[in-house]
């Protein structure tokens, strides 16, 4: 027998699941329009969080082999988002840093999809707004993201 919380769950999960991904694919256009991909966009934020990171270490925080990442890495430093810098205390190890203009993209991506979705939400009823402002919350929590 399924309990009426399982069943809640899965009713609300069928029903939040197509909204998070148009949403999510909606965020991604806005990425995309400034002309990087959401994953490059990751990548960008995820080195600018942890200054340093080699690409074996981002390819561990993306779940990806570091041959399938670096073309992305190559092309982001190709375009002057990315630079690989050698460690001064082991020549072997060779970091990601975000260059100037990756943390001014990085500032662009963020503006825009606030934006995008700053436009929307102030189309809502007060209630509506007020509503999904108490889901934050729980979203969070949802994630793993305790803050």
Wanted: proline letters at 4%; aromatic letters at 2%.
């Amino acid at each position: 027998m399924i309990s009426e919380v399982t069943l809640s769950s899965e009713l609300v999960a069928d029903e939040l699941r197509p909204v998070l991904l148009r949403l999510a694919r909606e965020l991604r256009k806005e990425t995309e329009q400034l002309g990087v991909t959401a994953r490059q966009a990751t990548l960008l934020w995820l080195v600018k969080r942890s200054p340093g990171l080699s690409l074996a270490e981002l390819a561990a925080e993306e779940g990806i082999s570091p041959p399938a990442l670096s073309g992305h890495v190559d092309r982001l430093e190709r375009a002057g988002l990315l630079e690989r810098v050698r460690s001064s205390e082991d020549r072997r190890r060779v970091g990601l840093r975000l260059t100037e203009d990756g943390a001014r993209l990085l500032r662009r991506i963020r503006a825009r999809r606030t934006t995008w979705l700053t436009e929307r939400l102030g189309a809502l009823e007060p209630s509506e707004l007020e509503a999904i402002e108490e889901a934050v919350p729980a979203l969070r929590r949802l994630l793993g993201d305790n803050a």
